[in-house]
């Protein structure tokens, strides 16, 4: 059953440390109804025209779509890069009582 207003927004975060902070700090804000921190992973990238290969971790963060303009300021104010990924998914399909969980779980607009 497709429901637009459920997204993921992935970013990465330097080490275990800072994104378990950053993942504590959204949903207690209920910028986030639940954040994931995944195992170290390598990245592979070029920045300043170098190749780069650094340990991260990937962050998913679940909020609805109403609060991404929010979430991405938020996220973007507590991250240390120069210029974090936040990159939001659309969720195609989900259980309707986790979606009511996550709901229930958010920052209301006008709060």
């Given at each position: 059953m497709p429901n637009p207003?459920?997204?993921i927004i992935m970013t990465t975060l330097p080490n275990l440390e800072l994104a378990n902070s950053i993942a504590r700090i959204?949903?207690?804000?209920k910028l986030a109804a639940c954040v994931q921190v995944?195992?170290?992973?390598?990245?592979?990238?070029?920045?300043?025209n170098q190749l780069c290969q650094e340990p991260e971790h990937l962050v998913l963060i679940k909020t609805l779509a109403s609060n991404y303009e929010l979430l991405a300021a938020r996220l973007t104010?507590?991250?240390p890069y120069e210029v974090p990924e936040i990159i939001a998914l659309p969720v195609?399909?989900?259980e309707q009582n986790y979606l009511l969980w996550a709901k229930s779980s958010l920052l209301k607009q006008g709060q």
């Open positions: 207003e459920l997204i959204l949903v207690e804000e995944l195992p170290t992973m390598t990245s592979t990238y070029i920045w300043d104010s507590l991250h195609v399909a989900v």
